[in-house]
């Protein structure tokens, strides 16, 4: 019997196991042979799932994952007996290495390598939660999953950590959670290499939104998060306002053309900062293709220059405080406004005024009221500071 706290041990089906066969065994033990196994006081009925070879002779060894048709409890180094279900004749033992969450595949390199891990680190309280953190590498630890884990109290668990740490092995996470350093330069690598294909695919671009790098890398959110803030604090990313991040110092190569076509919309944003051209219209005045209008307004927009207010309509950025002054003036004067009051005092025309006012809706400038529009008082406050 076995006496511990609620929920420190949890019970398994799988079992991860370094095996040795009797050295009188008449038999060699196989793959997928039906086997009794013995714990203590515990015995289960399972299947043995050889690792690393095929057949296991008199006094080989193996590594191997049993996996039962009920669940046991056991934790790693806990020594156990293998026999035959019939006739019971005992064909070996060995040391448990670890519960299992998913069933094992024979012979991957990586499984192998993952057991003969923790096979060596047995007895060793710092190898064995690093080996247990290797096996997932690219996610986030819990001190208290980490502790399930490995079958130690919380306490112990707390001081392999802080030693871990001390040693460089892991690092803590702002809500003291751990990541193990390897996984985080791998983790660094899948961000600046996504980074670095984005970048090839659109050579126009400055910046990428974080979810496109975790969708592209494939990392959990909180990895993400990790490997984010390490890389800008290393000088290797910045981050930006709408959750992206891009390349210090990130420019695309223009050619002749394509510079001067930018400059050329730089200047019709200023000088049109309530009524700026469309791009088909913007295409034809400066002469050239509509495809690159939309690049290079892409291009403004990820650098901040020009915002994006409705899906076929771009500002400059100078516009929206330019267009708030204006608004706050109007309602001080006339109190609730109408869209076409507004549009009246921005100088504009309906198709650009409506989509500007249903953008400063949203970013909480301005509040409707039926058919009227007033600015928000807290707003109007900041704007007066």
Same mark, same amino acid.
């Given at each position: 019997m076995i006496a511990a706290t609620p929920g420190f041990f949890r019970a398994t089906e799988m079992v991860e196991v370094s095996l040795r066969a009797l050295d009188g065994l008449a038999k060699p033990m196989v793959h997928r042979m039906p086997v009794r196994f013995l714990q203590g006081t515990m015995e289960a009925i399972g299947r043995l799932y050889l690792i690393d070879c095929q057949t296991v002779e008199a006094g080989g060894e193996a590594l191997a994952q049993i996996r039962l048709d009920q669940p046991v409890v056991v934790a790693p180094g806990d020594r156990f007996v293998l026999r035959q279900t019939s006739p019971m004749v005992t064909l070996g033992g060995g040391e448990v290495l670890d519960r299992s969450r998913w069933r094992l595949k024979a012979g991957k390199e990586f499984v192998v390598e993952s057991m003969r891990r923790k096979m060596e680190a047995l007895g060793t309280p710092e190898a064995f939660i690093t080996s247990v953190m290797q096996e997932e590498e690219l996610v986030i630890h819990e001190q208290a999953d980490l502790a399930r884990r490995a079958a130690m109290t919380t306490e112990d668990v707390a001081n392999c950590l802080d030693s871990l740490q001390q040693s460089g092995v892991i690092e803590p996470t702002s809500d003291g959670k751990w990541a193990l350093r390897e996984g985080l330069e791998r983790g660094a690598e899948r961000v600046l290499d996504a980074l670095d294909h984005a970048y090839r695919e659109d050579p126009y671009r400055i910046s990428v939104k974080v979810l496109e790098i975790r969708d592209r890398t494939r990392l959990v959110d909180a990895f993400l998060d990790k490997v984010i803030e390490d890389l800008v604090a290393g000088g290797k990313v910045e981050k930006i306002r709408g959750g992206r991040i891009l390349q210090p110092g990130r420019e695309p190569e223009f050619s002749d053309v394509e510079q001067a076509a930018l400059t050329s919309l730089r200047e019709h944003y200023q000088q049109h900062l309530f009524d700026p051209a469309r791009a088909e219209d913007l295409a034809s005045t400066i002469?050239?293709?509509? /495809?690159?209008?939309?690049?290079?307004?892409?291009?403004? @927009?990820?650098?901040?220059?020009? @915002?994006? @207010?409705?899906?076929?309509?771009?500002? /400059? &950025?100078?516009? @929206?405080?330019?267009?708030? &002054?204006?608004?706050? =003036?109007?309602?001080?004067?006339?109190?609730?406004? /109408?869209? /076409? =009051?507004?549009?009246?005092?921005?100088?504009?025309?309906?198709?650009?005024?409506?989509?500007?006012?249903?953008?400063?809706?949203?970013?909480?400038?301005?509040?409707?009221?039926?058919?009227?529009?007033?600015?928000? =008082?807290? &707003? =109007?406050?900041?704007?007066?500071?």
């Open positions: 002469g050239v293709e509509i /495809s690159l209008i939309e690049k290079l307004q892409s291009f403004l @927009i990820d650098r901040g220059e020009v @915002i994006r @207010i409705a899906t076929d309509v771009a500002l /400059s &950025k100078e516009a @929206i405080p330019g267009a708030v &002054k204006k608004l706050v =003036q109007l309602f001080e004067r006339e109190g609730a406004f /109408s869209a /076409s =009051q507004a549009k009246d005092a921005l100088g504009t025309t309906r198709k650009f005024a409506i989509p500007l006012l249903e953008y400063l809706d949203k970013q909480g400038w301005t509040r409707r009221n039926g058919d009227r529009r007033e600015i928000r =008082q807290q &707003k =109007q406050e900041k704007l007066d500071e």
